[in-house]
């Protein structure tokens, strides 16, 4: 049983562009969240997708935004890139189904740095 | 606003003795969960429990147990003769339920754990 995969692991941009990372949820799990990981930092979440739709927002401009596809799999897009956006992103999936036991599982993560 | 605080940065112990990781939170809500991942270095964060805001009662897991107290707002973590293989960074978190699902977690700082052999 494959667990939440991302891509790439690994990426460097440089400022100003824009960047796409990707998850695929852990199989039976429908709802997609990223957080972002500073160096040193506990990670901070950015938003939530379920049924296609962005359910919740953390503190984050809109040069964030996402997707999720009907397979539930996501996408994170950052427009503009700051050097300030070199993190750690994790994908992390869950059953909304199964609300008062539901557990996030977490992917390996896409280390982004700009430069 | 929820907010998770890990007061210790950085621990570190020789193999065998035991550790104890500290974790206060606060929220206004009445149902919520706490959980603690652990982060090796390759980054994956790794769940280790769960504990629901209407249960007290601690747990045992392994070498692992966790203390939940709601009078003081804290859900400790105890490793009892540690391991090398429990050098890693360890993170409390937080989330409450609304509408139809769960919120997104509210991760603390974390604690960097080293067990020097």
């Known amino acids: 049983d494959a667990g939440v995969t991302q891509s790439p692991t690994h990426l460097i941009k440089t400022r100003g562009q824009q960047v796409t990372l990707r998850c695929s949820p852990k199989?039976?799990?429908?709802?997609v969240s990223w957080y972002q990981q500073a160096l040193g930092q506990g990670p901070q979440f950015i938003f939530q997708?379920?049924?296609?739709?962005?359910?919740q927002r953390g503190n984050f401009p809109d040069r964030f935004s996402g997707h999720q596809f009907p397979n539930y799999s996501s996408e994170l897009n950052v427009n503009a890139l700051l050097l300030g956006d070199s993190a750690l992103y994790l994908c992390?999936?869950?059953?909304?189904?199964?609300?008062?036991?539901?557990?996030?599982?977490f992917g390996q993560g896409t280390r982004l740095t700009v430069v | 606003a929820q907010k998770v605080t890990q007061a210790q940065t950085e621990i570190s112990v020789v193999e065998k003795e035991d550790v104890t990781l500290d974790c206060v939170y606060e929220?206004?809500?009445?149902?919520?969960?706490l959980f603690w991942y652990k982060q090796p270095p390759s980054g994956e964060l790794v769940f280790l429990i769960r504990?629901?805001?209407?249960?007290?009662q601690n747990e045992i897991s392994g070498r692992y147990s966790w203390n939940f107290q709601k009078s003081t707002s804290s859900f400790n973590f105890t490793i009892t003769a540690s391991q090398v293989v429990d050098s890693a960074v360890y993170f409390c978190?937080?989330?409450?339920?609304?509408?139809?699902?769960?919120?997104?977690?509210?991760f603390g700082k974390g604690t960097h754990l080293i067990i020097q052999p």
């Open positions: 992390a999936s869950s059953a909304q189904g199964l609300r008062w036991n539901t557990e996030a599982f």
């Open positions: 199989s039976g799990h429908d709802t």
């Open positions: 997708y379920y049924e296609e739709e962005e359910r």
């Open positions: 929220t206004r809500d009445t149902t919520y969960y």
């Open positions: 504990r629901n805001s209407f249960d007290e």
């Open positions: 978190a937080l989330t409450s339920y609304s509408g139809g699902g769960a919120d997104g977690l509210t």
